[in-house]
């Protein structure tokens, strides 16, 4: 059974990930709003993370395994993207030591999506679908559970769900129909979460039943019972001018933070993220802020150490300077939420404190993160 995507998405992190107070204008303001209401909870260990920022365009994606179709590394709206090149067919699977067999009971899955009025650049209709196969497959036709997403040249927008009830061959299906974008004309919804001509956070979350799904912060998708899967992969059969994925997030559990803190005396965060090289936070880092700054409130004694962690990319005369404009960044938002900032220290650390290995994809991933530490 082959399903449909063409996915575009975005490429977050790169040595360091944290970003800055900078001046913040209306549009990023109303998406951190969005975030500011989401009940999505990021993932703690992360599984497998592909910012595409190290791989050679027109090159293969080294981490990844093709399905089907044909994927090249390209570069979209200025960003690198694994590309769907055979006139946007394609389907590519995350490269796991077992590939049939690799998702937990808990999870996250995130990734951006660049979505945009097409004309004589591709075709009129992007497709994208998230496809999950069963535990114990010998191959991805076993993927019963799929979401997709729609998006046509006239802004109207849609997404679709079909998932596999736990131990049943019957299907928890449903669809929503996201209306138009503002600015294209017809009748404009004006809670579609979906912007026109920007990147789009989607984002989904599996806790051993329960399944929901997100875009920018918005809960789409909300199903009390799913079979759990083993494995999941993206596949596109759309042609689109923007077909590709890029900044692919998955991630193990979501522990409550406060039990993070009595267990380990500090919050160690990978859901704190900013633009590449930069300080600015990007939207959804607002979910996990939100986190925190409700925490310090339940908890009016907590006052913590923000530590800014980067890999070691780049130099330390980058990094280091870097890191503390970050950390920084992550303090003023929390005061922005109303913590005092006399509760709050922000530490630059660069590369100096890695917890992984820096010769590995996912010890880069692992080594770059912000970090409460309890004072």
Request: proline share 4%; with cysteine.
């Amino acid at each position: 059974m082959k399903r449909v995507i063409a996915i575009i998405l975005t490429a977050l992190l790169a040595g360091c990930v944290f970003a800055s107070a900078q001046t913040v204008s209306g549009t990023d303001r109303k998406v951190e709003t969005g975030y500011a209401k989401t009940d999505f909870v990021p993932g703690d260990e992360i599984l497998f993370e592909d910012t595409f920022e190290n791989e050679r365009t027109g090159e293969f994606p080294l981490r990844w395994d093709l399905l089907d179709g044909y994927i090249e590394t390209a570069t979209l709206q200025g960003r690198k993207v694994l590309a769907f090149t055979d006139n946007g067919l394609g389907q590519v699977i995350p490269l796991m030591k077992d590939k049939w067999n690799w998702l937990p009971e808990i999870f996250t899955v995130e990734f951006d999506l660049f979505v945009a009025p097409v004309s004589d650049e591709g075709g009129s209709e992007l497709g994208m679908e998230l496809c999950f196969g069963d535990r114990g497959a010998s191959d991805y036709y076993n993927a019963a559970s799929y979401v997709s997403f729609w998006y046509r040249e006239d802004g109207s927008s849609r997404m679709e769900w079909n998932l596999r009830k736990p131990g049943s061959y019957d299907l928890s299906s449903g669809a929503k129909d996201l209306g138009l974008n503002p600015g294209l004309g017809g009748y404009l919804e004006k809670d579609n979460p979906v912007k026109a001509g920007e990147w789009n956070h989607f984002a989904f979350s599996f806790n051993q039943r329960a399944f929901k799904g997100y875009i920018n912060g918005v809960r789409i998708i909300n199903v009390p019972a799913m079979e759990a899967p083993g494995y999941l992969y993206f596949n596109s059969t759309s042609q689109y001018a923007y077909s590709g994925i890029s900044n692919v997030r998955i991630a193990q559990g979501a522990v409550p933070l406060y039990d993070r803190l009595m267990s380990e005396g500090k919050i160690v965060t990978y859901a704190i993220t900013f633009q590449t090289g930069k300080a600015n936070l990007n939207p959804e880092s607002m979910v996990e802020i939100n986190r925190i700054a409700a925490l310090m409130k339940e908890n009016p004694d907590l006052v913590f150490e923000v530590q800014g962690h980067c890999d070691s990319t780049g130099s330390d005369s980058v990094n280091d300077p870097l890191s503390q404009k970050r950390a920084e960044a992550v303090v003023a938002a929390l005061v922005d939420l109303g913590i005092a900032q006399s509760r709050l220290t922000p530490v630059g650390k660069g590369s100096h404190e890695p917890v992984a290995s820096n010769n590995t994809e996912e010890g880069r991933a692992r080594n770059r993160r912000v970090e409460f530490v309890k004072k």
